[in-house]
């Protein structure tokens, strides 16, 4: 059964950093994609950024220069390191991995910042 597990939300505040983190395990498979979404309450599920297996990364237009991803192949682990947080970066966090031609999901984690 693979499982992806997110973690590393928390409250900060405005202009702060987080770095969030997500393992896929339960399969012998690697993911070839892996990718943070956000949803904000009352809204649209939003992509924010995805790597690829060989590194190729690309990002959403409002996070582009303040979040980073970055991923440990050994591993199947996705990080998110977000800077200069804003109020409006406030939202679940979720990971999702491809995984064969499969699309996997986590349980999300909450970031909330503060002004």
């Known amino acids: 059964q693979v499982q992806v597990v997110e973690s590393g939300g928390g409250l900060v505040q405005a202009g702060g950093s987080l770095r969030l983190s997500c393992a896929a395990s339960?399969?012998?498979?690697?993911?070839?994609?892996m990718a943070w979404y956000r949803q904000a309450p009352g809204k649209q599920r939003d992509f924010v950024a995805t790597?690829?297996?060989?590194?190729?990364?690309n990002y959403a237009a409002f996070v582009k220069g303040r979040f980073t991803i970055s991923r440990d192949n050994a591993n199947d682990t996705v990080y998110l390191q977000m800077s200069s947080l804003k109020p409006e970066d406030t939202a679940v966090y979720y990971c999702?991995?491809?995984?064969?031609?499969?699309?996997?999901w986590g349980q999300g984690t909450q970031v909330t910042v503060s002004s």
């Open positions: 999702n991995a491809i995984i064969g031609l499969r699309s996997y």
């Open positions: 339960g399969t012998t498979l690697s993911a070839n994609v």
């Open positions: 790597i690829t297996r060989s590194g190729g990364t």
